[in-house]
């Protein structure tokens, strides 16, 4: 049965969007943000020799640096202020979100409410600070010891001053990007630090399409070729959109209670569990393990010295389209679909509350059956939302390496660009209804008040 929300939001159209002031506030004030995003993406970082490092990176493009670039929006390709982008605080996030399960202490303050959640979001911006200034510092030894043969040296003036600057600028710049992202999520519209990542992908978005016309034009793809990976493209967006907004719905029945001399009906909801309860982060985990032998490789140099000739091989076996480095990512992402759905969801604390607000599931007796019950229904969804996850990751991959197709967006950047997407238009959405909640209210205001005057 539709819902009158769901309702509602049918009939919305340009005329209640056009009347939603506060609404197009926040959009220019979120698009605004966006773009000085995209600014600090080509301001690039001091000291740097840009032709060295742009020719040193062509040559690491294919291992983390080039995933990381992606995401950045370019940004690590012009080693810019935002090359680390907002990374740090999602590494800082997930590692705060598995302690919290782990830690007593943690997960007390997660029990405390909004004062708890406002202690943990500090331990995390702490955390990004630490992460932020080991990659800056890092990255600053790497530079320095880097060079790109006929353009030189990429560092021009090596030396403590050079490390402390990069370490402030790299530091600085990814505070200054979960700020603005917290800005935007609190005056804007949707997940600021989503958004952030979102920007960084769909940048090379028309790039991508204008080489993908190009080659059409130029013959080296049919006609026929490139309108059938264009409804491709789309067929598997729409999959990714179906699969995101699936749901399994367990039916929860509240027993009847008496309130004074009157017998209230007992109520039903529904507990939802998501098909993928894990995200994007089984791709992001996976992809990371899996070019860390690569990056270490080509940071050692793919051709010199005996000891680098077991990570030669490594690479070679694990090059993008090998059949052990797809087999690897479906293999990994699977794990890391059910190792954070567990870390997400736990069966037992929500049997317990269910029980603790007098609510069951007909034909499941309280307490530890429900968290079995719970526990074996998550198992089994989650395996095919699992399966999801590495399908989709895998497809793109086996398209660009055997049927030679240039297919831009990749299993990750696709994922997060179709569920920002989904969140930012739920949020448009909502918006909107109160906007126009907003303008019954007050019409029966203004009615109320009229009928009383008529009477007086």
Same mark, same amino acid.
């Given at each position: 049965?539709?819902?009158?929300?769901?309702?509602?939001?049918?009939?919305?159209?340009?005329?209640a969007?056009?009347?939603?002031?506060?609404?197009?506030?926040?959009?220019?004030?979120?698009?605004g943000?966006?773009?000085?995003?995209?600014?600090?993406t080509?301001?690039?970082?001091?000291?740097?020799?840009?032709?060295?490092?742009?020719?040193?990176?062509k040559?690491?493009?294919?291992?983390?640096?080039?995933?990381?670039?992606?995401?950045?929006?370019?940004a690590?390709?012009?080693?810019?202020?935002?090359?680390?982008?907002?990374?740090?605080?999602?590494s800082a996030?997930i590692?705060i979100?598995?302690?919290?399960?782990?830690?007593?202490?943690?997960?007390?303050?997660k029990?405390?409410g909004e004062?708890?959640?406002?202690?943990?979001?500090?331990?995390?911006?702490?955390?990004?600070?630490?992460?932020?200034?080991l990659?800056?510092?890092?990255?600053?030894?790497?530079?320095?010891?880097?060079?790109?043969?006929?353009?030189?040296?990429?560092?021009?003036?090596?030396?403590?001053?050079?490390?402390?600057?990069?370490?402030?600028?790299?530091v600085g710049?990814?505070?200054?990007?979960?700020?603005?992202?917290?800005q935007?999520?609190?005056?804007?519209?949707?997940?600021?630090?989503?958004?952030?990542?979102?920007?960084?992908?769909?940048a090379?978005?028309?790039?991508?399409?204008?080489?993908?016309?190009?080659?059409?034009?130029?013959?080296?793809?049919?006609?026929?070729?490139?309108?059938?990976?264009?409804i491709?493209?789309?067929?598997?967006?729409?999959a990714?959109?179906?699969?995101?907004?699936?749901?399994?719905?367990?039916?929860?029945?509240y027993?009847?209670?008496?309130?004074?001399?009157?017998?209230?009906?007992?109520?039903?909801?529904? %507990? /939802?569990?998501? +098909?993928? @309860?894990?995200g994007?982060? =089984?791709?992001? !985990?996976?992809?990371?393990? $899996?070019?860390?032998p690569?990056t270490?490789?080509?940071?050692?140099?793919?051709?010199?010295?005996?000891?680098?000739?077991?990570?030669?091989?490594?690479?070679a076996?694990?090059?993008?389209?090998?059949?052990?480095?797809?087999?690897l990512?479906?293999?990994l992402?699977?794990?890391?679909?059910?190792?954070?759905?567990?870390?997400?969801?736990?069966?037992?604390?929500?049997?317990?509350?269910?029980r603790?607000?007098?609510?069951?599931?007909?034909g499941?007796?309280?307490g530890?059956?429900?968290?079995?019950?719970?526990d074996?229904?998550?198992?089994?969804?989650?395996?095919?939302?699992?399966?999801?996850?590495?399908?989709v990751?895998v %497809? /793109?991959?086996? +398209?660009? @390496?055997?049927?030679?197709? =240039?297919?831009? !967006?990749?299993?990750?950047? $696709?994922l997060?660009?179709?569920?920002v997407?989904?969140?930012?238009?739920?949020?448009?959405?909502?918006?909107?209804?109160?906007?126009q909640?907003?303008?019954?209210?007050k019409k029966?205001?203004?009615?109320?008040?009229?009928?009383?005057?008529?009477?007086?």
């Open positions: 049965m539709v819902s009158a929300a769901e309702q509602l939001a049918s009939n919305l159209n340009f005329g969007f056009a009347k939603a002031e506060e609404l197009k506030k926040r959009l220019w004030f979120t698009l943000a966006l773009l000085v995003y995209r600014l600090g080509f301001i690039p970082l001091p000291g740097i020799n840009a032709a060295a490092f742009a020719e040193a990176f040559a690491q493009s294919s291992g983390i640096l080039g995933m990381f670039n992606m995401f950045a929006g370019g690590v390709e012009r080693l810019a202020i935002f090359a680390l982008n907002i990374m740090p605080y999602i996030s590692i979100q598995i302690m919290t399960s782990v830690s007593p202490k943690l997960e007390a303050l029990k405390e004062s708890g959640r406002k202690q943990i979001n500090q331990y995390t911006r702490y955390l990004t600070v630490v992460l932020a200034a990659q800056a510092y890092g990255i600053a030894i790497g530079l320095e010891g880097s060079s790109s043969g006929a353009a030189g040296a990429i560092v021009k003036d090596p030396g403590w001053f050079f490390r402390f600057s990069t370490v402030i600028t790299l710049g990814t505070m200054f990007l979960m700020w603005l992202g917290e935007i999520t609190q005056r804007g519209v949707g997940n600021g630090i989503s958004l952030i990542i979102f920007a960084g992908i769909v090379g978005l028309p790039a991508a399409l204008a080489g993908l016309f190009e080659l059409a034009r130029a013959g080296s793809i049919s006609t026929p070729l490139l309108f059938g990976l264009i491709l493209m789309l067929s598997v967006v729409a990714v959109v179906f699969i995101e907004r699936a749901q399994r719905r367990l039916l929860i029945q027993p009847k209670r008496q309130v004074g001399n009157r017998m209230t009906q007992g109520e039903a909801s529904h %507990l /939802p569990l998501k +098909l993928n @309860s894990a994007v982060i =089984p791709p992001i !985990f996976a992809s990371s393990l $899996l070019l860390l690569i270490a490789a080509q940071f050692m140099g793919s051709g010199g010295g005996q000891g680098s000739e077991w990570l030669n091989t490594i690479v076996s694990l090059g993008m389209g090998q059949p052990l480095h797809m087999l990512t479906a293999a992402i699977i794990f890391f679909a059910f190792f954070y759905t567990a870390l997400v969801f736990n069966p037992k604390e929500t049997a317990d509350n269910l603790k607000y007098g609510g069951f599931l007909p499941i007796r309280p530890e059956k429900t968290a079995e019950y719970i074996y229904v998550l198992t089994r969804i989650t395996f095919v939302g699992a399966l999801y996850l590495a399908a990751c %497809l /793109p991959e086996f +398209l660009v @390496s055997y049927a030679a197709l =240039p297919f831009y !967006f990749g299993g990750t950047s $696709l997060i660009a179709v569920s997407t989904m969140d930012t238009v739920a949020q448009i959405q909502s918006h909107l209804l109160a906007h909640y907003e303008g019954l209210i029966a205001k203004l009615r109320g008040a009229t009928n009383n005057r008529g009477r007086r």
